[in-house]
T-cell receptor, first 109, second 117 residues
């Protein structure tokens, strides 16, 4: 079966750095997406990785290793507004998105 | 407007009733999707449409039907609602429908919170 694993919940301090990991086992791979979802709102797109390596976009970076079936989302200079769930999703061989259950990130002052 | 709209925002429905959730996008995206999101579970695909006039079944299609008469609209119908269909429903769209790389990025509507009693 297809599976995406993320930690259920993480806590970090305002101003710090946090890394959210995602491991996947899917039938094929055509890209990995990270989304942010605030409570009661829709998911919003953060990043897309299809090649190995690090993609940086402001305070957020996303890393991919296809050989290890592994990605992480790195958030720097954490702000209170970063409190949200972060969803990892993989585009499989049929070009359907397989979603992880999400990681709830709690930021403390 | 630019983006995806969904209606209604929320609804309480008696079991056995028929209900249509509406979704409209104005981005001229080819592909559209319906997901349900339940606490502790990832987003689960109900139905999708890669282009106007075509639809396909996702992971959890039973009890739901869709149509795609034009590019912009993608309604989801519950023929006879049951309590297990209580969920938050998200409609999404993407420019591509596979093989488009970043063009396969999905953009979401605000969601419909449905309660079936």
């Amino acid at each position: 079966g297809q599976n995406i694993d993320q930690p259920t919940e993480m806590t970090a301090t305002e101003g710090a750095i946090v890394q959210i990991n995602c491991t996947y086992q899917t039938s094929g791979f055509n890209g990995l997406f990270w989304y942010q979802q605030h409570a009661g709102e829709a998911p919003t797109f953060l990043s897309y990785n299809v090649l190995d390596g690090l993609e940086e976009k402001g305070r957020f970076s996303s890393f991919l290793s296809r050989s290890k079936g592994y990605s992480y989302l790195l958030l720097k200079e954490l702000q209170m507004k970063d409190s949200a769930s972060y969803l990892c999703a993989v585009l499989d061989s049929n070009y359907q998105l397989i979603w992880g259950a999400g990681t709830k990130l709690i930021i403390k002052p | 407007i630019a983006g995806i709209t969904q209606a209604p925002t929320s609804q309480i429905l008696a079991a056995g009733r028929r209900m249509t959730l509406r979704c409209t996008q104005d981005m001229r995206h080819n592909a559209m999707y319906w997901y349900r999101q339940d606490l502790g579970l990832g987003l689960r695909l109900i139905h999708y449409s890669n282009t106007a006039g075509t639809t396909g079944k996702g992971e959890v299609p039973d009890g739901y039907s869709v149509s795609r008469a034009n590019t912009d609209d993608f309604p989801l119908t519950l023929a006879s609602a049951v309590p297990s269909q209580t969920s938050v429903y998200f409609c999404a769209s993407s420019e591509g429908s596979g093989g488009s790389g970043r063009g396969d990025t999905q953009y979401f509507g605000p969601g419909t919170r449905l309660t079936v009693l």
